[in-house]
């Protein structure tokens, strides 16, 4: 491993922000750099710490600052799970002209299979230095019901699939859901 000297010239690279897909490089930065390099583990710390240096620079003409996380730990399917959550969100603020998102309200349904716990600290993770990096992500757990097609009667979880009223067979009627229910914005008055 080898450092640089200090105050030497960075080497030239480029970064591309997962949500917004904007692109950073030493090359088109007109003030300070301070790159932060962490596991995903550690995305609610670095965001408090960012949070602590924008009381010094608020300016990001100034100082500006990439947070860089090592995802490789994150499973595929969350990873995207949490980018199509910022997706949308940073879409539905933009075609709005939201200047922040305070609160993001997800449906995750009991068998949809998403690990809630790996997912909250995937969102943290890519929500840093976003339009949602104060947003709070609210989990709505969404339990299993079933239900019969032919009558709309509901069979109860747990016991046999079949519906007690005309023996048809059930149909998971929710609990495997992933919705993103609520965006909480701020708009300016208009």
């Known amino acids: 491993m080898s450092f640089l000297a200090a105050g030497s010239p960075a080497p030239d ?49 100034q100082l500006l600052i990439a947070s860089v996380a090592d995802m490789r730990i994150v499973p595929r399917l969350l990873r995207g799970m949490a980018e199509k959550i910022m997706r949308d969100a940073y879409h539905q603020a933009a075609a709005r002209g939201a200047t922040a998102v305070h609160r993001l309200r997800l449906q995750v ?28 992500l609210e989990i709505v757990p969404v339990p299993v019901r079933w239900g019969c097609p032919a009558c709309g009667t509901e069979v109860a979880a747990g016991n046999a699939l079949r519906c007690a009223g005309c023996g048809g067979p059930a149909r998971l009627t929710a609990g495997d859901e992933l919705v993103l229910e609520r965006i909480e914005m701020e708009v300016p008055d208009v």
């Not at 609610?44 to 924008?54: C, D, E, K, M, S």
């Open 109 to 136: 349904g009991e068998m949809s299979g998403v690990e809630t716990d790996l997912l909250r600290s995937a969102y943290e993770t890519f929500s840093d230095r976003s339009i949602c990096a104060d947003a709070v």
């Open 13 to 61: 690279f480029s970064l591309t922000a997962v949500v917004s897909k904007r692109s950073i490089s030493p090359s088109n930065i007109p003030g300070q750099l301070l790159l932060i390099f962490h596991g995903y583990q550690a995305a609610a710390l670095v965001g408090q710490t960012i949070r602590n240096i924008r009381h010094v620079y608020p300016d990001p003409r």
